[in-house]
Antibody, heavy 118, light 112 residues
Framework: QVTLKESGPGILQPSQTLSLTCSFS??????????VSWIRQPSGKGLEWLAT???????GYNPSLKNRLTISKDTSNNQAFLKITSVDTADTAIYYC??????????WGQGVMVTVSS | QIMLTQQAESLWISPGERVSITCRAS???????????LSWYQQRPGQTTKALIY???VRTDGVPTRFIGSGSGTEFTLSIEHVQPEDFAIYYC?????????FGSGTKLEIK
């Protein structure tokens, strides 16, 4: 059974760095063809893809976040991570991680709410 | 980047009816492997986001057969036959042909 669960700080202040963890089970990020993606969704709005990391350590980022993103993984502990630097109120959103296979995000986590506020 | 347009923000239908949700891409989503990199997702309150369709027309494991994906090139449709009460939700399309991956703006299915 594939499951993913996101965790994060809940609240942080503008200019701080947001660190998110995706803990998963039921698959390995060392398996060929498997990737993990991060997506976010501001309250009441649509979905935005942020970044993806794959089994062979290739990475992709959304350029709209202007080099603020770093994605990484710990294959041994079945975790993926996302860091977003210099956050501001526009980064307030629900953050999701999802398993990615060719052509789809086939399993999603429940999401974690992150609020940026002074 | 590739833009995805879901023209309808909301669609009002009655249970049992058939509905089609469209997604238009700013360029072809056909890859050299012959597959279209367009997928569909369902969001319901309190539930995890669910993958319905990938490669434009392949149903994800466990998805009911009333969900049908079709289309090619730049025009794609998610059809739901005999809409059930649990189908009233928000539906998004996603392209994974080229980075940055992009979502459509979503279509909310509402009860008439």
């Amino acid at each position: 059974q594939v499951t993913l669960k996101e965790s994060g700080p809940g609240i942080l202040q503008p200019s701080q760095t947001l660190s998110l963890t995706c803990s998963f089970s039921g698959f390995s990020l060392s398996t060929s063809g498997i990737c993990v993606s991060w997506i976010r969704q501001p309250s009441g709005k649509g979905l935005e893809w942020l970044a993806t990391i794959c089994w062979e350590d290739s990475k992709g980022y959304n350029p709209s976040l202007k080099n603020r993103l770093t994605i990484s993984k710990d294959t041994s502990n079945n975790q993926a991570f996302l860091k977003i630097t210099s956050v501001d109120t526009a980064d307030t959103a629900i953050y999701y991680c999802a398993r990615m296979r060719p052509g789809r995000l086939d399993y999603w986590g429940q999401g974690v709410m992150v609020t940026v506020s002074s | 980047q590739i833009m995805l347009t879901q023209q309808a923000e909301s669609l009002w239908i009655s249970p049992g009816e058939r509905v089609s949700i469209t997604c238009r891409a700013s360029q072809s989503l056909l890859y050299t492997d012959g597959k279209h990199y367009l997928s569909w997702y369902q969001q319901r309150p309190g539930q995890t986001t669910k993958a319905l369709i990938y490669h434009a027309s392949v149903r994800t494991d466990g998805v009911p057969t009333r969900f049908i994906g079709s289309g090619s090139g730049t025009e794609f449709t998610l059809s739901i036959e005999h809409v059930q009460p649990e189908d009233f939700a928000i539906y998004y399309c996603l392209q994974t042909l080229k980075s940055p991956f992009t979502f459509g703006s979503g279509t909310k299915l509402e009860i008439k």
